[in-house]
């Protein structure tokens, strides 16, 4: 029975391929937005994971604004107005167990040589501990040392190195940070590692003295102080201990927050379960759009096709043949637009790899997700027209011209 419903449904489709592809349009832009969403959001949780995998080992992070359970976002945690300052770091030293501490400020605004430019670079301003807690291979030249505090220098990642000097050596040069000059003494090699600290990746950093990067800017902003305990200390027993210290430095206040790596990857997590279900909603609805299109599409098929329903009753087909007719052609066709719309989702997804610093990651388990939500809103959304024709009477069919 349903061979022959699976056979009558395919040929109805096979012989109006235009309706088929309009009908399952909506479907298409909805499973390509479920594939480009899901798979935008699975690039950024492996992203996450491997930067503070790459940060180094034994880390407490400091960061401005105070998080909560009820709050696990502030926008001060990430960019704009800090509450941190210098005398933090001084504190978080003083605390036993900690073996280093190197502050981060962050600069937006690319880096400049002549006419050519580096829009993406993210400027950071940070000490030489910084390169002892996270080591860089180097390409060229060196890092900036204690003695070069005060100093405008400023070591390049591989991305604005290229950018800004193609394939030659830039030790020596000047590049304008923010409109700054500053002098290159080093490049990064190649390192594939995603920042936290902004958009981009560790390749597209350019790291200049903190407080030379200060004095340049006319600001005192820190955005982060990131302290590395003794091999030996559990980063978790001393977070008390650090946020105390810092709470004192600001003289009891707590605009700040203290976090270890697990912790901030549990942040960063349920920031972004928050986005993908808020994005999840809209993607629905866009489904829900879709399904109604096939429904409609397969209500006036039923219309137009009211004689070949008689016909088919007259030589003993049964209502149910007729249903599971009519709802596996609605299957088909939504079936038939999310392919399409799977297609569509890897092609962007491939896109904005390609063109921008983000990496979406499209899995055998998203296509399946989108396929099977695909298959059910086809399976509601085909239910009414199927009965529809089911129900209709043989000989007021054959009557109908």
Known sequence: MLQKSFHAALESIWMTPRRTLLSGLGMTVGVAAIVILISLGKGVQRDVVSQVEALGVNLVIVLPGRLSPENPFNPMSFIG?????ESDIAAVMQVPGVRRVAPIMFVAGGAQRGDRWADAALILGTTPEWFQMRPHTLKYGRVFTASEAEQFVC???????????GTA??????????????RVIGVTAEDTSRSLFGSGGFEFAIYAPIRALQRAMGSQQIHRVIAQTAPDV?????????????????????????????ELLSRLFTLLQIVSVALTGITSIALVVGGIGVMNVMLMSVTERVREIGIR?????QQRDIFWQFLIEALLIAFIGGAMGVLLGWGVCALIDRLTVLTPLVTGETVALALSVCGLVGLIFGVLPAYRAARKDPVEALRYE
């Open 234 to 262: 559990d980063p978790a027993q001393i977070q008390a201990q650090i946020k105390a210290a810092v709470m004192r430095s600001h003289g009891g206040s707590e605009d700040f927050s203290v976090l270890t790596q697990e």
């Open 81 to 85: 107005l800090s509450t941190l300052r």
């Open 169 to 182: 050596n830039p030790v020596g040069q000047q590049v304008l940070l923010n409109g700054k000059p500053f």
């Open 313 to 317: 009753k007259t030589v003993g087909a």
């Open 155 to 165: 070591v390049l990642g591989p991305k604005p190195a290229e950018q800004l000097f």
